[in-house]
C-alpha cells in the first residue's frame, strides 16, 4: 500500500510524466529501493513514450498473448519479475490467466495442497511451474485464475486493494 500511496502522491503533482529520477525519489521513500525504482520508472516511461503520447496499452495489444505480454514485460522492464508484471496486465485489464504469486496466495496453495511447501526462494522456472499447478487446480475447481487469486488474497490479507 506504500507504493500505491507514492503513486498517489506523484500522480497529485504531476510528476509521474514528467519529474525526473531525483525529484521522483522523494516521494518514493516509502517503499524499498526507492532509488533504483525512481532511476527505473523515467527509463519506463521513456521506453514506453512515443511522440509525446504513453504508449502501454497500444503496445501491448500487439502482443498476441498474455504470457509474450509478460515476458516481454520481465525481458524488458528492468525490476519487474513475474509477479509485478502480473500485477500489471491484471490491472490493465491483460492478466485473467496469470497468476500473481506472492507470500499471500503461495501460502494459501500449499494449504490446498497445490503444493507441497512454501518455496524459499522464487524463480522464473519454479514461479512458471506454480503457475500451471494453480491453474490446474483452477479449472479443476471451476473458478477463473484471476477470480481465485482475489479469493486468496482476500483470506489471507483481509483487504481488496488495487
Known sequence: MNAWQAITNLKKDDLI?????????EYLNIVRFKNNKAKYLVELREQMTKKGKIITKDFFNSLPTVYEKRDWIV???KGM??????HFLRNVGFGADVAILDRHILKNLVK????????????PKLYLEIEEKMR???KFVKIPMDEMDLLLWYKEAGVIFK
Do not use: Q, R
Open 17 to 25: 510524466f514528467k519529474g525526473t529520477a531525483e525529484e521522483l525519489v
Open 75 to 77: 525481458k524488458n522492464i
Open 81 to 86: 519479475s513475474y509477479k509485478e508484471a502480473g
Open 112 to 123: 490446498l495442497e497445490v503444493i507441497d511447501e512454501l518455496p524459499k526462494t522464487l524463480s
Open 136 to 138: 490446474k487446480y483452477c
